[in-house]
């Protein structure tokens, strides 16, 4: 079946370089994608969205980008720190077909101080 | 900054017990969602909920489990017969907007259930 997907199950940084976490799907019809971190006991926390018809769209110290041509999504976070530190899960929709989110398995980064 | 809340934090009980879940979304959110997450695993969706009925369910969401918004404020989900494989942790989410508006979800911090 579809399924969203990630490439790396960990990630781990420097203090301050930029990070990139991957991530695949392979639902043609999503065109809603959400970027989630989830530390250590809590539930997700929303970082960034996109919509399908953009291909970048940047945030506070994050940006996440859409290629829609190889089904691909990344987020990037400019200068890491020690906070970053956590699970982070992309997330896909196909906002006019239903509400439901369909979550990727997650990628821990781990940032080095 | 508005928080939606989850009650209890951990929840144990026994093989065939009901056990409620209780979410207190934010106050002007108009959806609402349960998530399940069983340890080590990915988040999964559950229900959404809008004007007092259900929008969505997945596979999961058998007849083993049923939401209620009994008050305005409070957001349940009911196990009616908890099975081993209940065992995870459960989210609570809410948004302002729904399909096709802004997505953002406020999660709750979360119910573990252990079923022994």
């Known amino acids: 079946g579809e399924s969203v997907g990630l490439h790396l199950p960990t990630l781990s940084v420097q203090e301050g370089d930029n990070s990139i976490i991957n991530c695949a799907y392979s639902?043609?019809?999503?065109?809603?994608f959400i970027w989630y971190k989830q530390e250590s006991g809590k539930g997700p926390q929303f970082i960034i969205d996109?919509?399908?018809?953009?291909d970048k769209r940047q945030g506070q110290r994050v940006t996440v980008l859409l290629n829609k041509t190889v089904k691909h999504l990344s987020l990037q976070i400019a200068a890491t720190q020690p906070g970053d530190s956590a699970v982070y899960f992309c997330?896909?929709?196909?906002?006019?077909?239903?509400?439901?989110?369909?979550f990727g398995a997650g990628t821990r980064l781990t940032v080095k101080p | 900054e508005p928080e939606v809340t989850q009650t209890p934090s951990h929840q144990v009980t026994q093989m065939g017990q009901e056990v409620i879940l209780r979410c207190v979304p934010i106050?002007?959110?108009?959806?609402f969602y349960w998530y399940r997450q069983i340890l080590g695993q990915k988040v999964e969706f559950l229900v959404s909920?809008?004007?007092?009925?259900?929008?969505?369910k997945s596979e999961i969401f058998d007849d083993q489990f049923s939401v209620e918004r009994p008050d305005g404020s409070n957001f349940t989900l009911k196990i009616r017969s908890t099975k081993l494989e209940d065992s995870a942790m459960y989210f609570c989410?809410?948004?302002?907007?729904?399909?096709?508006?802004?997505?953002?979800?406020?999660f709750g911090p979360g119910t573990r259930l252990t079923v022994t």
């Open positions: 989410a809410s948004t302002a907007s729904g399909r096709g508006g802004s997505y953002e979800q406020y």
């Open positions: 639902n043609s019809a999503s065109d809603y």
């Open positions: 996109i919509r399908s018809n953009m």
């Open positions: 997330a896909e929709n196909a906002l006019y077909n239903n509400n439901d989110m369909r």
């Open positions: 106050s002007n959110h108009l959806y």
């Open positions: 909920f809008y004007n007092n009925e259900i929008s969505e």
